[in-house]
């Protein structure tokens, strides 16, 4: 069985008709449609008419135009954003040159190790030596938190 009632238009009206006699709804309008279309941008706009030879005012521009002219002074590209110049690169340390060069002489070795004059089967070992040296030189020279500047540029990630 069924909750609803049979006649679910006349229920309503009936709920309605309640709600209308409680005074519910009596201070509300009702809106009206309009018949007034909205107001199209003219393309004679501006020019002179022809009986008072004066240039006619623009018509107001719909909702996604906007009333004011563009200004072409506003896109002035002798005025844009110039960022300050990027702090000096810092000095390399001794052992960071080491495992530089550690890294490009594995590198030379793997290639082509006959610029040295070794043959490939000892000098393989060898560049795989060095660049498995340098790159964890690398690594453990990495800063594991910013140097401490005393200035507070907001948060770290």
Not at 93 to 119: F, I, K, M, N, Y
Request: hydrophobic share 45%; charged share 25%.
């Amino acid at each position: 069985m069924s909750d609803r009632p049979e006649d679910v238009d006349a229920a309503f009206a009936a709920i309605v008709a309640d709600l209308e006699r409680e005074g519910l709804g009596a201070d509300v309008q009702v809106d009206e449609p309009t018949t007034e279309a909205l107001p199209v941008a003219d393309p004679d706009a501006g020019k002179p008419e022809a009986a008072t030879g004066e240039p006619t005012a623009p018509i107001a521009a719909a909702w996604r135009g906007h009333d004011a002219e563009w200004d072409w002074s506003w896109n002035n590209d002798e005025e844009h954003y110039v960022p300050p110049e990027p702090p000096p690169m810092p000095r390399l340390r001794p052992l960071t040159v080491l495992a530089l060069l550690l890294v490009v002489a594995g590198v030379l070795l793997l290639v082509s190790p006959a610029l040295v004059g070794l043959d490939p089967r000892i000098a393989t070992p060898i560049s795989l030596v060095a660049l498995v040296c340098g790159f964890g030189l690398l690594f453990l020279r990495i800063r594991r938190s910013p140097a401490d500047t005393g200035d507070d540029n907001g948060a770290q990630v």
